[in-house]
């Protein structure tokens, strides 16, 4: 399928560093677009469930349903207001890791940027930022599930929780026989070292080496999607790049259950051999 842009993703676990590493990749010349989480992919799920169930799907042969989803990336991007002038993208859904097949089809080459971190500082750095609100309303967490700590931290790692389904479709990502595509990019590892990370990641893109401006990193795309999950500062990015402060809140029984789930720290977990990015 061809395609006017060079096309890569970007999913993986929440709070891990995901908008802080768009922020930086689009000071790179080469990147036309990198961001928070995008509705390409659940458009183009939305079309191709039309294409494949149904009395319509005698209407679609291969060629032009690999023509339609072409067109909805071709289409929202061209459409794009992209300062730089690059036709590298990075589209950002948590939902591709569990559409690596799909992403094959479409564009064979394209990589997938999993941003990853320890899951008991993931939980703390939600907690923190429910807390901030005292009237508690973030609508990541359920209403009724907001009441105690416990029940937020069992609603985030729900099935269907902010975390709970990152950490499913990441692990099934990993494991499955399409993980050649995945670059692990851990988040400790990044703000530790940012400059080695960039490099690293420009490497196995094939991205042209840029210097970035680690002291003035700008990102200012947020603000409404933050407002909407009345959750303000979720993506909030800091003019530097830091290891951030850490105060654990976590009650220990949360913190047993939550530890040693690092599966991209143990080279024998990595059977399919994804590039992954991390101090060991």
Known sequence: MSSQFIFHCMSGLPRSGS????????????VQHAGITSPVLPMIVKISS?????????????T??????????NNYYSNKKAPLIGNIVFDNHRMWCTRL????YIHPHSRVICCVRDPVWIINSFERIIQSDPLLGSRLIPIEHRGTLHERVEALLSSGGAFGYCWKAIREAFYSKFAKKLIIVDYDTLTKRPKETLMRLESIL???HHIY????????????FDENLNTIGLH?????IHS???????????VSRLAGCMFWRDPSENRENADIICDT
């Open 19 to 30: 908008t802080l590493l768009a922020a930086i990749l689009r000071q790179n010349p080469s």
């Open 50 to 62: 039309i294409m494949v169930e149904g009395e319509l799907t005698t209407e679609f042969n291969e």
């Open 64 to 73: 032009q349903r690999k023509k339609l989803i072409s067109g909805i990336i």
């Open 101 to 104: 097949n799909l992403l094959d």
């Open 206 to 208: 094939g991205i042209k």
């Open 213 to 224: 401006d680690l002291n003035n990193i700008k990102f200012n795309d947020a603000n409404k």
């Open 236 to 240: 909030s990015v800091g003019k530097h």
């Open 244 to 254: 951030p402060s850490r105060c654990l809140t976590l009650p220990p029984d949360i």
